[in-house]
């Protein structure tokens, strides 16, 4: 079982920039792909990031945060980051931490799910 829990979301205006965090927890945590997903309001719940080692530290991103969003990970703390820069009203959604045996690019790959942190970007 792995408990993952969020924290870092907020409000904030377009432009600017916001750190979510996911402490992670449980059995053989370390050995979990980590990732972060979205859901706005009335949509899916979408990918938009994942971190997974391939050799070496392997980074995947959504198209609609490339450049702007970087992925990363602690593993000596069981922390996975996600830092967001120059954020836009459509990033406004409730962003989800994701555990999973494979490399999460799909809800249905998912394992485990933290409780989800808001993010709000004002125009």
């Known amino acids: 079982q792995v408990q993952l829990v969020e924290s870092g979301g907020g409000l904030v205006q377009a432009g600017g920039s916001l750190r979510l965090s996911c402490a992670a927890s449980?059995?053989?945590?370390?050995?979990?792909?980590m990732g972060w997903f979205r859901q706005a309001p009335g949509k899916e719940r979408e990918f938009v990031a994942t971190?997974?080692?391939?050799?070496?530290?392997?980074?995947h991103y959504a198209d609609s945060v490339k450049g702007r969003f970087t992925i990363s990970r602690d593993n000596a703390k069981n922390t996975l980051y996600l830092q967001m820069n120059s954020l836009k009203p459509e990033d406004t959604a409730t962003y989800f931490c994701?555990?999973?045996?494979?490399?999460?690019?799909?809800?249905?790959?998912?394992?485990?799910w933290g409780q989800g942190t808001q993010v709000t970007v004002s125009s």
């Open positions: 971190i997974y080692w391939n050799g070496g530290i392997n980074r």
């Open positions: 994701a555990a999973s045996r494979y490399t999460p690019t799909q809800p249905m790959d998912v394992n485990y």
């Open positions: 449980g059995r053989a945590v370390s050995s979990y792909t």
